[in-house]
């Protein structure tokens, strides 16, 4: 094992060789998701625009220093009955870094750059499980008299933890009284839209403490995050060994969501795995285009999480990786599409582990890099912000499926049963008082621009098209999970602490 000039891990062997049962793409395939890449405006995704004043990156926070580490992970599990010494053991991957996550630094990092990016724009910080608090971040502007505010969630796609159960939070932090002034909420006065609060995406009906919330549309297909990770994956692979570059197989990795997350997801359900196919070949052509030759590259997932009754999306990246040893791969490059910084999710499931399996499967392995705070994701940032000032500025997408809307409907990325749904600002009037439905069965899921059809057996992608998501199915029922707790803790997209999850038969030791 090696450090390489990429900052990535690369540790070689030799592979064994018996029959894989995942599809992969053999690369250079045609696939309906992505066109060729241009500014585009799709059909029906009307531009709303909203006169903000202020930005509110908003994060998932990490602990700041050993003392942290358990208060945080508390916060992170509240309400999800694991015990404490589940806990204790988890706080064992943060100490390891001195009790500190590295999500913080970043996400510092990239606020220092949008404040420079945006000003005179005022650019405010607030995280969902540690310091800065939603609620403090919200305080902190309506003490600077912000009205309304864009929000941007650092989620590359489209499923119920990574959007809406950000809403959610936004507004249970603007319900919490701000200091000297009354307490938010949402009313069921204005919910008609007669007024400005109760026009689309704009936030509530009503909130008395206010500010406003409007959040930016997700971004898995725009130029600023697709040309980054092209340049992070072109360095990895030239991190390897010089003569094993041109047969290197791409695996890019996402989080892994329940599958009743995938059917759900986006306006028309299945979303997540489309974004994260559509992405996946954008940057796998990218990277075609840069070196002049095709790479072959497949999907996998990280960081399972939850009940082990509950169906997830599969497979999981470590057996991805034994499936294409099986094949007689020899070298892999580890791309983390589904994440914007080196985390400790992915520090721990991929540098970590992922990595450490490869090695003893022999192949040679490289992680590539996150966007970061590269230039060019920061300035895509800004272009959403002047999206949602400007519903006629330019909203560019690179594939067929984009670009997103600039509002959530009512029922996007839906939770699993209408007694759970919370409010959420930033979406429709409906949204706000928490209304909505759970839209298909849990054996459907959504085609692309049509009705439901029954899902697949399981979600693979990366062979030109995504794969299918199966539900709940029998043992977690149409509506409601099958462990009874609900959907906003099924799972946690950002920084899911890593091992607060039930041992796996799919992972293997390492």
């Not at 796609?157 to 932090?173: H, I, K, P, V, W």
């Not at 920061?378 to 999206?387: F, P, Q, T």
Request: with cysteine; proline share 10%; hydrophobic share 35%.
């Amino acid at each position: 094992m090696r450090q390489t000039s990429a900052g990535s891990r690369v540790m070689a062997g030799r592979p064994g060789r018996s029959p894989s049962t995942f599809p992969v793409s053999t690369g250079g395939r045609a696939s309906a998701l992505v066109g060729a890449p241009e500014e585009r405006s799709a059909p029906g995704r009307s531009a709303v625009g909203a006169d903000v004043d202020a930005l509110l990156l908003v994060t998932f926070g990490g602990p700041e220093g050993p003392e942290d580490v358990v208060p945080f992970l508390r916060n992170v599990t509240r309400g999800r009955g694991v015990p404490e010494e589940r806990i204790a053991e988890v706080a064992e991957h943060y100490q390891r870094l001195g009790g500190r996550s590295p999500i913080n630094d970043q996400s510092r990092e990239l606020l220092a750059a949008l404040r420079a990016e945006l000003a005179p724009l005022p650019v405010y910080w607030g995280n969902r499980n540690w310091h800065p608090y939603l609620r403090d971040a919200l305080a902190e502007m309506r003490a600077d008299g912000v009205r309304r505010a864009a929000c941007f969630v650092p989620s590359v796609f489209a499923t119920y933890s990574g959007c809406r159960q950000y809403r959610e939070n936004l507004a249970d932090a603007l319900a919490e009284p701000p200091a000297g002034g009354h307490r938010g909420g949402v009313s069921d006065g204005d919910i008609d839209g007669a007024s400005e609060g109760g026009r689309p995406g704009l936030g509530r009906p009503e909130l008395d403490g206010g500010p406003e919330l409007v959040k930016l549309r997700v971004f898995f297909d725009h130029p600023g995050f697709v040309g980054p990770m092209v340049d992070r994956v072109a360095a990895a692979v030239d991190a390897l060994p010089s003569g094993r570059r041109g047969g290197a197989h791409l695996v890019f990795v996402a989080h892994s969501v329940p599958h009743w997350q995938a059917v759900e997801s986006g306006p028309a359900g299945g979303a997540y795995e489309r974004q994260l196919t559509a992405a996946s070949e954008l940057v796998a052509r990218g990277l075609a285009e840069r070196r002049g030759q095709d790479h072959p590259w497949s999907i996998a997932y990280c960081s399972r999480s939850g009940s082990p009754r509950m169906p997830w999306l599969e497979p999981d990246v470590g057996a991805r990786l034994a499936a294409l040893a099986a094949d007689g791969v020899e070298t892999v490059v580890i791309v983390p599409i589904g994440f914007v910084s080196d985390h400790m999710e992915v520090i721990q499931d991929l540098d970590r582990e992922a990595l450490a399996r490869a090695e003893k499967l022999g192949l040679t392995a490289v992680r590539a890099g996150t966007v970061g705070s590269d230039p060019r994701f920061v300035r895509m940032i800004a272009e959403l912000v002047e999206e949602r000032r400007d519903p006629d500025a330019p909203r560019r997408a690179l594939s067929a499926l984009g670009p997103f809307p600039d509002v959530c409907p009512t029922d996007c990325c839906s939770s699993p049963a209408t007694e759970d749904r919370r409010p959420a600002v930033a979406g429709t009037s409906e949204d706000a008082l928490g209304r909505g439905r759970f839209r298909r069965g849990a054996d459907e899921t959504a085609a692309p621009g049509g009705p439901a059809v029954p899902a697949g057996p399981g979600a693979t992608g990366g062979a030109g098209g995504p794969g299918r998501a199966r539900g709940p199915g029998p043992d977690g029922g149409g509506r409601r999970l099958d462990d009874g707790r609900g959907a906003r803790r099924a799972g946690i997209l950002d920084e899911d602490p890593p091992a607060i999850r039930p041992a796996r038969p799919d992972r293997h030791p390492t």
